[in-house]
């Protein structure tokens, strides 16, 4: 068995470093390979106990290897939710108070294996909790690893109580454990590489879908699903509405402040119009500075209040960046579609029109067609 789960881990642990090799932005794949080698080598010096009369190396370090197993998975799905380089403070403390714990108890063999089985059940319950906070990941995926993580905490706690009363017949019942303990560390570390294909697709899904700088949806996108959204509120019978959006004297904003407020201010009219819309609501950048969005279910005095909101928050605060205060409007046109059978496109020229009318009225500003 134990051969058997050396040999698995490092081929995982080469698998998931391969991984990391294609895609060198994900550090998790690296931190989940250190952990497969972890714990591969744990196993090696574990299995050493009966030959050799070490119990620093055999015990000391065999277990602290063994904790760093969930503390390197957990630092993994850290790196992996938030793309960036993590703090390892939380993981180099949790092995400091493991290394002083098991220096204090590894003359009595059982006592270090209670110490271990403890501090390896906490963490993986912890774990199993935090990956709620994982989002994007495909649901099958997490629920199977809150799954995992979940039982091993729990089958570590079980193994804890049952090292502490070694000298009973319940020795079988802890080398149950021991067993289970092996295969599901086996059965997460292989759940770590279908990660790594489901970021992937993500990543293009948002290539294909997203506006880079707003993260709102892109012109092709909107068209998409902006046309769903016409074609369902037809069926219900519920009226759907386009407003266009389009920044004001964007190009003398450029040129005074620079190319990256100019982007600032998009982002911040980006995130003006997310706070706005509803959940069902689509919105895009669909070109430089003109945004789009399809409302759901108002009719015309709601879609004006809306408007009228967003223009006039716009307006209301001005844009803080670079040390600089914005003085930021917006002008936008709308129309309404009922029960016509008419084209996204074409509603989009006429919000275009009544735009272009709310520009000439003077700006900052919305019209309806
Ligand atoms: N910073 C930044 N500027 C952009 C982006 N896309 C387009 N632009 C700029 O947006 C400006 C649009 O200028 P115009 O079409 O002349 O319109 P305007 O100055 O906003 O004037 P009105 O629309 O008539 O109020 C141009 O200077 C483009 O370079 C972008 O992604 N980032």
Same mark, same amino acid.
């Not at 386009?242 to 005074?256: E, T, V």
């Not at 844009?319 to 600089?324: E, K, L, P, T, V």
């Given at each position: ?171 079988? *019942? ?55 959204? *016409? ?139």
């Amino acid at each position: 068995m134990i051969i058997t789960t050396v040999i698995l881990n490092v081929v995982l642990g080469i698998t998931l470093f391969v991984i990391y090799r294609a895609l060198p932005a994900q550090k998790s794949f690296k931190t989940w390979a250190i952990a497969c080698f972890s714990f591969a080598l744990a196993n090696i010096l574990v299995s050493l106990r009966g030959t050799i009369d070490q119990p620093l190396l055999t015990i000391v370090v065999a277990d602290l290897l063994i904790i760093s197993v969930p503390l390197l998975a957990l630092h993994g799905m850290r790196q992996y939710r938030q793309q960036i380089d993590v703090p390892r403070t939380g993981m180099i403390v949790t092995m400091a108070i493991s290394a002083i714990l098991l220096l204090s108890a590894h003359a009595t063999e059982y006592i270090a294996q209670t110490v271990t089985a403890v501090l390896c059940g906490v963490i993986y319950l912890f774990a199993a909790n935090y990956l709620r906070h994982i989002r994007p990941t495909p649901r099958i995926t997490r629920h199977l690893l809150m799954g995992l993580f979940g039982i091993h905490g729990l089958l570590m706690l079980l193994m804890a109580s049952s090292a502490l009363q070694q000298a009973d017949p319940s020795k079988s *019942l802890f080398t149950f454990l021991l067993m289970a303990h092996l295969i599901m560390t086996t059965m997460t570390t292989l759940l770590f590489p279908v990660l790594a294909f489901s970021h992937n697709e993500r990543r293009l899904l948002k290539i294909a879908h997203l506006d880079e700088l707003t993260e709102l949806f892109n012109r092709r996108a909107f068209f998409e699903h902006g046309a769903l959204l *016409l074609a369902q509120n037809k069926q219900l019978e519920k009226p759907s509405c386009i407003l266009m959006i389009d920044l004001d004297h964007f190009k003398s904003i450029n040129d005074q402040f620079g190319h990256a407020t100019g982007d600032a201010c998009l982002r911040h009219v980006a995130e003006v119009i997310r706070k706005t819309m509803r959940e069902r609501d689509v919105a895009a950048r669909i070109g430089g500075e003109e945004f789009a969005i399809a409302l759901s279910d108002v009719d015309r005095q709601q879609a004006e209040m809306i408007s009228q909101r967003l223009v006039e928050h716009i307006a209301a605060h001005a844009f803080h960046f670079d040390g600089n205060d914005i003085e930021l409007t917006v002008s936008l046109g709308g129309i309404l579609s009922t029960r016509s059978r008419r084209a996204l496109s074409d509603l989009l020229n006429d919000a275009d029109a009544a735009l272009y009318a709310a520009k000439a009225s003077g700006r900052n500003q919305f019209k309806f067609a």
